[in-house]
Protein backbone atom coordinates (compact mmCIF):
# COMPACT_ATOMS: atom_id res chain seq x y z
CA UNK A 1 0.00 0.00 0.00
CA UNK A 2 1.18 3.21 -1.07
CA UNK A 3 -1.30 6.33 0.07
CA UNK A 4 -2.36 7.71 2.97
CA UNK A 5 -5.54 8.96 2.36
CA UNK A 6 -9.14 7.30 2.77
CA UNK A 7 -12.00 8.42 0.46
CA UNK A 8 -15.01 7.57 3.03
CA UNK A 9 -17.93 7.00 1.35
CA UNK A 10 -22.31 7.01 3.15
CA UNK A 11 -24.51 5.91 0.35
CA UNK A 12 -28.27 6.69 2.02
CA UNK A 13 -31.15 6.22 0.67
CA UNK A 14 -31.53 9.54 -0.99
CA UNK A 15 -28.17 11.10 -0.99
CA UNK A 16 -24.49 10.33 -1.06
CA UNK A 17 -22.43 11.99 1.50
CA UNK A 18 -18.53 11.86 0.92
CA UNK A 19 -15.14 12.72 2.44
CA UNK A 20 -11.53 12.18 1.76
CA UNK A 21 -9.04 11.97 4.84
CA UNK A 22 -5.55 11.94 4.71
CA UNK A 23 -4.61 9.37 7.50
CA UNK A 24 -0.90 10.78 7.69
CA UNK A 25 -1.48 14.57 8.44
CA UNK A 26 -5.25 14.67 9.74
CA UNK A 27 -6.14 17.18 6.92
CA UNK A 28 -9.28 16.08 4.95
CA UNK A 29 -8.84 17.64 1.14
CA UNK A 30 -12.28 16.90 0.08
CA UNK A 31 -15.84 16.40 1.56
CA UNK A 32 -19.28 16.85 0.23
CA UNK A 33 -23.04 15.43 -0.70
CA UNK A 34 -25.00 14.50 -3.53
CA UNK A 35 -28.92 15.44 -2.21
CA UNK A 36 -31.72 14.37 -3.85
CA UNK A 37 -30.96 11.27 -5.58
CA UNK A 38 -34.16 10.12 -7.93
CA UNK A 39 -35.61 13.70 -7.92
CA UNK A 40 -33.95 15.40 -10.03
CA UNK A 41 -30.80 15.36 -12.43
CA UNK A 42 -29.26 13.06 -10.28
CA UNK A 43 -31.69 9.97 -11.71
CA UNK A 44 -29.90 7.02 -9.15
CA UNK A 45 -27.13 6.52 -6.99
CA UNK A 46 -25.00 5.05 -9.42
CA UNK A 47 -25.16 8.92 -11.37
CA UNK A 48 -24.43 9.64 -7.76
CA UNK A 49 -21.58 8.23 -7.32
CA UNK A 50 -20.09 9.18 -10.59
CA UNK A 51 -20.50 12.76 -10.01
CA UNK A 52 -18.50 12.65 -6.48
CA UNK A 53 -15.84 10.99 -8.84
CA UNK A 54 -16.19 13.65 -10.93
CA UNK A 55 -16.15 16.64 -7.99
CA UNK A 56 -12.87 14.52 -6.81
CA UNK A 57 -11.32 14.31 -10.38
CA UNK A 58 -11.96 18.37 -10.74
CA UNK A 59 -10.05 18.79 -7.91
CA UNK A 60 -7.17 16.40 -8.70
CA UNK A 61 -8.03 14.17 -5.96
CA UNK A 62 -10.38 11.38 -8.40
CA UNK A 63 -10.42 7.62 -7.60
CA UNK A 64 -7.47 6.94 -9.75
CA UNK A 65 -5.17 8.96 -7.62
CA UNK A 66 -2.05 7.59 -6.32
CA UNK A 67 -2.20 8.49 -2.98
CA UNK A 68 -5.70 7.34 -2.48
CA UNK A 69 -4.84 3.81 -0.35
CA UNK A 70 -9.00 3.03 0.38
CA UNK A 71 -12.40 3.42 0.14
CA UNK A 72 -14.30 3.10 3.26
CA UNK A 73 -17.81 2.74 3.17
CA UNK A 74 -20.41 2.92 5.59
CA UNK A 75 -23.00 -0.09 5.77
CA UNK A 76 -25.73 -0.05 7.99
CA UNK A 77 -26.92 -3.57 8.45
CA UNK A 78 -24.65 -6.10 8.92
CA UNK A 79 -26.82 -8.94 10.54
CA UNK A 80 -25.09 -11.34 12.60
CA UNK A 81 -22.48 -11.82 9.87
CA UNK A 82 -20.66 -9.08 10.04
CA UNK A 83 -19.20 -8.13 13.27
CA UNK A 84 -15.52 -6.04 12.30
CA UNK A 85 -14.38 -3.99 9.51
CA UNK A 86 -14.34 -5.94 6.45
CA UNK A 87 -12.51 -5.87 3.26
CA UNK A 88 -14.74 -5.90 0.18
CA UNK A 89 -14.70 -9.61 -2.20
CA UNK A 90 -17.69 -10.32 -4.83
CA UNK A 91 -18.67 -12.66 -1.57
CA UNK A 92 -18.81 -9.80 0.71
CA UNK A 93 -21.07 -7.56 -2.10
CA UNK A 94 -23.52 -10.76 -1.98
CA UNK A 95 -23.72 -11.44 1.78
CA UNK A 96 -24.47 -7.77 2.36
CA UNK A 97 -27.43 -7.94 -0.33
CA UNK A 98 -28.65 -11.20 1.23
CA UNK A 99 -29.28 -8.67 4.70
CA UNK A 100 -31.42 -6.46 2.04
CA UNK A 101 -34.73 -7.85 4.16
CA UNK A 102 -33.34 -6.55 7.50
CA UNK A 103 -32.47 -3.28 6.17
CA UNK A 104 -34.54 -2.50 2.73
CA UNK A 105 -34.36 1.28 3.13
CA UNK A 106 -30.44 1.34 3.50
CA UNK A 107 -28.42 -1.25 2.52
CA UNK A 108 -29.62 -1.35 -1.34
CA UNK A 109 -28.18 1.98 -1.18
CA UNK A 110 -25.12 0.65 0.23
CA UNK A 111 -24.72 -1.98 -1.83
CA UNK A 112 -24.99 0.01 -5.15
CA UNK A 113 -22.56 2.70 -3.33
CA UNK A 114 -19.82 -0.45 -3.36
CA UNK A 115 -20.66 -1.59 -6.80
CA UNK A 116 -19.78 1.39 -8.54
CA UNK A 117 -16.73 2.08 -6.51
CA UNK A 118 -15.04 -1.31 -7.51
CA UNK A 119 -16.07 -0.69 -11.05
CA UNK A 120 -14.40 2.62 -10.63
CA UNK A 121 -11.24 1.20 -9.42
CA UNK A 122 -11.13 -2.74 -9.10
CA UNK A 123 -7.68 -2.85 -7.94
CA UNK A 124 -8.37 -0.71 -4.77
CA UNK A 125 -8.96 -1.86 -1.79
CA UNK A 126 -12.37 -1.32 -0.22
CA UNK A 127 -13.90 -2.16 3.13
CA UNK A 128 -17.28 -2.15 4.82
CA UNK A 129 -18.10 -0.52 7.97
CA UNK A 130 -20.97 -1.37 9.87
CA UNK A 131 -23.25 0.36 11.47
CA UNK A 132 -24.31 -2.61 13.91
CA UNK A 133 -20.64 -3.86 14.17
CA UNK A 134 -20.20 -2.27 17.42
CA UNK A 135 -23.42 -3.20 19.24
CA UNK A 136 -22.72 -7.50 18.25
CA UNK A 137 -20.74 -7.69 21.69
CA UNK A 138 -24.07 -7.53 23.90
CA UNK A 139 -25.19 -10.37 25.50
CA UNK A 140 -27.98 -12.77 24.77
CA UNK A 141 -30.13 -11.61 27.58
CA UNK A 142 -30.15 -7.81 26.19
CA UNK A 143 -30.10 -8.86 22.53
CA UNK A 144 -33.31 -11.28 22.65
CA UNK A 145 -36.62 -10.62 22.38
CA UNK A 146 -39.16 -12.68 24.47
CA UNK A 147 -40.98 -14.42 21.70
CA UNK A 148 -40.66 -17.69 20.20
CA UNK A 149 -37.18 -18.44 19.66
CA UNK A 150 -37.57 -21.03 16.69
CA UNK A 151 -39.89 -18.13 15.25
CA UNK A 152 -37.48 -15.05 16.12
CA UNK A 153 -34.24 -17.30 14.71
CA UNK A 154 -35.71 -18.28 11.27
CA UNK A 155 -36.46 -14.50 10.69
CA UNK A 156 -33.59 -12.88 12.52
CA UNK A 157 -35.64 -10.77 14.89
CA UNK A 158 -33.16 -9.59 17.92
CA UNK A 159 -31.90 -6.59 18.54
CA UNK A 160 -28.87 -4.87 16.31
CA UNK A 161 -28.70 -1.78 17.33
CA UNK A 162 -27.34 1.02 14.89
CA UNK A 163 -25.47 4.30 15.04
CA UNK A 164 -22.66 2.08 16.11
CA UNK A 165 -19.62 3.70 14.62
CA UNK A 166 -20.73 6.86 16.52
CA UNK A 167 -21.06 4.92 19.98
CA UNK A 168 -17.78 3.36 19.34
CA UNK A 169 -16.08 6.96 18.60
CA UNK A 170 -17.26 9.17 21.19
CA UNK A 171 -16.84 6.14 24.33
CA UNK A 172 -13.30 6.09 23.20
CA UNK A 173 -13.34 10.13 23.16
CA UNK A 174 -14.88 10.17 26.18
CA UNK A 175 -12.37 7.80 28.09
CA UNK A 176 -9.16 10.18 26.34
CA UNK A 177 -10.99 13.13 27.53
CA UNK A 178 -11.33 11.61 30.72
CA UNK A 179 -7.58 10.79 30.76
CA UNK A 180 -8.59 6.71 30.77
CA UNK A 181 -8.03 3.70 29.15
CA UNK A 182 -11.49 2.86 27.72
CA UNK A 183 -10.97 -0.32 29.61
CA UNK A 184 -11.28 1.38 32.83
CA UNK A 185 -14.47 3.44 31.89
CA UNK A 186 -18.25 2.41 32.14
CA UNK A 187 -20.10 4.72 30.02
CA UNK A 188 -23.46 5.77 28.86
CA UNK A 189 -23.55 7.02 25.03
CA UNK A 190 -26.32 9.64 23.99
CA UNK A 191 -25.84 9.79 20.24
CA UNK A 192 -29.29 12.38 19.51
CA UNK A 193 -29.48 13.62 16.11
CA UNK A 194 -32.53 13.03 13.66
CA UNK A 195 -32.42 9.33 14.48
CA UNK A 196 -31.46 8.76 18.45
CA UNK A 197 -29.96 6.31 20.42
CA UNK A 198 -28.50 5.58 23.98
CA UNK A 199 -25.83 2.77 24.44
CA UNK A 200 -24.35 1.18 27.66
CA UNK A 201 -20.93 0.56 27.26
CA UNK A 202 -18.76 -1.40 29.91
CA UNK A 203 -15.10 -0.93 29.44
CA UNK A 204 -14.86 -0.28 26.12
CA UNK A 205 -17.64 -3.25 25.10
CA UNK A 206 -20.97 -2.24 23.85
CA UNK A 207 -23.37 -4.52 26.67
CA UNK A 208 -26.70 -2.37 25.32
CA UNK A 209 -28.27 -0.26 23.31
CA UNK A 210 -31.72 1.46 22.70
CA UNK A 211 -32.27 0.57 19.21
CA UNK A 212 -33.45 -2.76 17.60
CA UNK A 213 -34.55 -5.04 14.73
CA UNK A 214 -34.31 -1.66 12.75
CA UNK A 215 -33.62 1.56 13.79
CA UNK A 216 -37.24 2.91 15.04
CA UNK A 217 -37.29 1.17 19.04
CA UNK A 218 -35.94 3.26 21.58
CA UNK A 219 -35.48 7.05 22.23
CA UNK A 220 -38.23 9.87 20.81
CA UNK A 221 -36.83 10.71 17.52
CA UNK A 222 -36.88 13.45 15.08
CA UNK A 223 -39.51 11.96 13.54
CA UNK A 224 -39.45 8.39 14.86
CA UNK A 225 -41.75 6.88 17.79
CA UNK A 226 -39.36 4.84 19.34
CA UNK A 227 -40.59 2.69 22.05
CA UNK A 228 -44.51 1.83 21.70
CA UNK A 229 -46.83 -1.12 22.50
CA UNK A 230 -46.54 -3.46 19.33
CA UNK A 231 -50.68 -4.13 20.08
CA UNK A 232 -50.68 -0.47 18.72
CA UNK A 233 -49.70 -2.16 15.69
CA UNK A 234 -52.36 -4.95 15.63
CA UNK A 235 -55.00 -2.02 16.82
CA UNK A 236 -54.19 0.12 14.03
CA UNK A 237 -54.25 -2.38 11.46
CA UNK A 238 -57.84 -4.28 12.58
CA UNK A 239 -59.35 -1.14 14.10
CA UNK A 240 -58.06 1.80 12.36
CA UNK A 241 -57.90 -0.18 9.07
CA UNK A 242 -54.47 1.18 7.98
CA UNK A 243 -51.66 -0.99 5.97
CA UNK A 244 -48.93 -2.22 7.06
CA UNK A 245 -46.87 -0.09 4.30
CA UNK A 246 -49.36 3.26 6.23
CA UNK A 247 -48.23 2.04 9.60
CA UNK A 248 -44.39 1.64 8.44
CA UNK A 249 -44.78 5.00 7.45
CA UNK A 250 -46.38 6.56 10.28
CA UNK A 251 -44.04 5.18 12.88
CA UNK A 252 -40.65 5.88 10.94
CA UNK A 253 -41.78 9.28 9.02
CA UNK A 254 -44.64 10.92 10.90
CA UNK A 255 -44.03 10.18 14.69
CA UNK A 256 -41.59 11.26 17.11
CA UNK A 257 -41.46 14.76 17.78
CA UNK A 258 -42.39 15.85 14.08
CA UNK A 259 -45.56 13.88 14.61
CA UNK A 260 -46.48 15.53 18.57
CA UNK A 261 -45.87 18.96 17.04
CA UNK A 262 -45.26 19.25 13.81
CA UNK A 263 -41.24 20.22 13.85
CA UNK A 264 -38.87 17.75 14.19
CA UNK A 265 -36.05 20.24 14.58
CA UNK A 266 -34.80 21.12 18.06
CA UNK A 267 -34.08 24.59 17.60
CA UNK A 268 -37.52 25.23 16.69
CA UNK A 269 -39.06 23.49 18.85
CA UNK A 270 -36.91 25.31 21.32
CA UNK A 271 -38.00 28.81 19.82
CA UNK A 272 -41.50 27.92 19.97
CA UNK A 273 -41.49 26.87 24.00
CA UNK A 274 -40.00 30.41 24.25
CA UNK A 275 -43.46 31.89 23.07
CA UNK A 276 -45.82 29.11 25.11
CA UNK A 277 -46.39 26.79 22.23
CA UNK A 278 -48.18 23.78 24.40
CA UNK A 279 -47.32 21.53 21.79
CA UNK A 280 -44.23 22.03 21.41
CA UNK A 281 -43.40 21.96 25.13
CA UNK A 282 -45.02 18.43 25.26
CA UNK A 283 -43.49 17.02 22.31
CA UNK A 284 -40.16 18.38 24.71
CA UNK A 285 -41.14 16.64 28.14
CA UNK A 286 -42.01 13.41 26.21
CA UNK A 287 -38.69 13.27 24.71
CA UNK A 288 -37.12 14.03 27.95
CA UNK A 289 -38.79 11.66 29.68
CA UNK A 290 -37.75 8.78 27.63
CA UNK A 291 -34.51 9.79 27.76
CA UNK A 292 -34.06 9.80 31.26
CA UNK A 293 -35.89 6.39 31.38
CA UNK A 294 -32.87 4.79 29.45
CA UNK A 295 -30.17 7.00 32.01
CA UNK A 296 -32.00 5.25 34.45
CA UNK A 297 -32.24 1.61 32.76
CA UNK A 298 -28.61 2.15 31.40
CA UNK A 299 -27.14 2.96 34.68
CA UNK A 300 -28.86 -0.10 36.35
CA UNK A 301 -27.53 -2.25 33.54
CA UNK A 302 -23.67 -0.69 34.52
CA UNK A 303 -24.16 -0.78 38.17
CA UNK A 304 -21.64 1.98 38.50
CA UNK A 305 -21.60 4.95 35.17
CA UNK A 306 -18.45 6.86 35.07
CA UNK A 307 -19.47 9.04 32.42
CA UNK A 308 -22.06 10.01 30.47
CA UNK A 309 -21.70 11.41 26.92
CA UNK A 310 -24.00 13.35 24.48
CA UNK A 311 -23.48 13.63 21.11
CA UNK A 312 -24.93 14.40 17.83
CA UNK A 313 -27.07 17.05 16.54
CA UNK A 314 -29.09 17.44 19.67
CA UNK A 315 -26.88 16.71 21.86
CA UNK A 316 -23.57 18.39 21.08
CA UNK A 317 -25.78 21.61 20.79
CA UNK A 318 -29.07 21.96 22.61
CA UNK A 319 -28.33 23.04 25.94
CA UNK A 320 -31.79 22.60 27.10
CA UNK A 321 -31.83 19.10 26.34
CA UNK A 322 -29.06 17.79 28.74
CA UNK A 323 -30.11 20.57 31.65
CA UNK A 324 -33.53 18.61 31.29
CA UNK A 325 -32.28 15.18 30.97
CA UNK A 326 -29.72 15.40 33.95
CA UNK A 327 -31.87 17.58 36.21
CA UNK A 328 -32.29 16.29 39.75
CA UNK A 329 -30.34 13.29 39.50
CA UNK A 330 -27.88 13.77 42.38
CA UNK A 331 -28.92 11.18 43.50
CA UNK A 332 -27.29 9.07 41.25
CA UNK A 333 -23.88 11.08 41.55
CA UNK A 334 -25.09 13.13 38.19
CA UNK A 335 -24.25 17.26 38.81
CA UNK A 336 -24.24 19.13 35.54
CA UNK A 337 -22.84 22.96 35.99
CA UNK A 338 -25.01 25.48 33.89
CA UNK A 339 -22.36 27.54 32.73
CA UNK A 340 -20.03 25.07 31.25
CA UNK A 341 -23.11 23.15 29.76
CA UNK A 342 -24.19 26.73 28.38
CA UNK A 343 -20.77 27.30 26.86
CA UNK A 344 -20.90 26.31 22.53
CA UNK A 345 -16.83 24.38 21.47
CA UNK A 346 -16.14 22.46 18.79
CA UNK A 347 -14.77 20.14 21.03
CA UNK A 348 -15.13 17.55 23.29
CA UNK A 349 -15.55 19.36 26.95
CA UNK A 350 -16.75 18.03 30.83
CA UNK A 351 -20.23 19.90 31.51
CA UNK A 352 -20.09 18.10 34.83
CA UNK A 353 -19.53 20.22 38.21
CA UNK A 354 -15.80 19.47 40.04
CA UNK A 355 -18.01 17.27 42.50
CA UNK A 356 -20.11 14.99 40.63
CA UNK A 357 -19.39 11.70 40.82
CA UNK A 358 -20.66 10.75 37.40
CA UNK A 359 -18.22 13.14 34.10
CA UNK A 360 -20.96 14.56 31.78
CA UNK A 361 -19.60 15.28 28.48
CA UNK A 362 -20.36 16.65 25.54
CA UNK A 363 -18.23 14.79 22.84
CA UNK A 364 -18.85 15.41 18.95
CA UNK A 365 -19.42 12.36 16.89
CA UNK A 366 -17.10 12.22 13.80
CA UNK A 367 -18.21 8.99 11.93
CA UNK A 368 -15.92 9.99 8.86
CA UNK A 369 -13.21 9.67 11.09
CA UNK A 370 -13.72 6.35 12.72
CA UNK A 371 -14.52 4.69 9.13
CA UNK A 372 -11.74 5.93 7.67
CA UNK A 373 -9.56 4.75 10.56
CA UNK A 374 -10.59 1.69 10.55
CA UNK A 375 -10.64 1.12 6.87
CA UNK A 376 -6.95 2.45 7.30
CA UNK A 377 -6.34 -0.05 10.11
CA UNK A 378 -7.34 -2.95 8.00
CA UNK A 379 -5.74 -1.97 4.45
CA UNK A 380 -2.29 -1.26 6.22
CA UNK A 381 -2.47 -4.45 8.26
P1 LIG B 1 -27.93 14.99 13.18
O1 LIG B 1 -28.87 13.92 12.74
O2 LIG B 1 -26.91 14.50 14.15
O3 LIG B 1 -27.34 15.77 12.04
O4 LIG B 1 -28.82 16.03 14.02
C1 LIG B 1 -29.77 16.86 13.37
C2 LIG B 1 -30.65 17.52 14.42
O5 LIG B 1 -29.85 18.23 15.36
C3 LIG B 1 -31.59 18.56 13.87
O6 LIG B 1 -32.78 17.98 13.39
C4 LIG B 1 -31.86 19.44 15.08
O7 LIG B 1 -32.97 18.92 15.81
C5 LIG B 1 -30.63 19.27 15.93
N1 LIG B 1 -29.82 20.50 16.02
C6 LIG B 1 -28.87 20.92 15.16
N2 LIG B 1 -28.34 22.11 15.57
C7 LIG B 1 -28.98 22.42 16.72
C8 LIG B 1 -28.90 23.51 17.65
N3 LIG B 1 -28.04 24.52 17.46
N4 LIG B 1 -29.71 23.48 18.73
C9 LIG B 1 -30.57 22.46 18.92
N5 LIG B 1 -30.68 21.42 18.10
C10 LIG B 1 -29.91 21.38 17.01
Known amino acids: MNGSRVLVLNSGSSSVKYQLLDMADGSRPASGIVERIGEGPVADHAAALKQVADELAAKDLGLDSPELAA ?29 IPLAPLHNPANVTGIK ?21 TI ?88 DIDPAAIFHLSRVGGMS ?17 CGDNDMREIGRRMGEGDRAAQLAFDIYIHRLRKYVGAYTAVLGRVDA ?20 GLTAFGIEVDGVR ?12 TETSRVAVAVVPTDEELEIASQTFDLVSA
Open 308 to 327: IAFTAGVGENSAAVREAAMR
Open 341 to 352: NALRSATARLIS
Open 116 to 136: VARSLRPDLPQVAVFDTAFHS
Open 71 to 99: VGHRVVHGGTRFTEPTLITDEVVEEIEKL
Open 244 to 260: TDEIDTLLNKRSGLAGL
Open 139 to 226: PEAAARYAIDVATADRWGVRRYGFHGTSHAYVSRATAELLGKEPAELNTIVLHLGNGASASAVRGGVCVETSMGLTPLEGLVMGTRSG
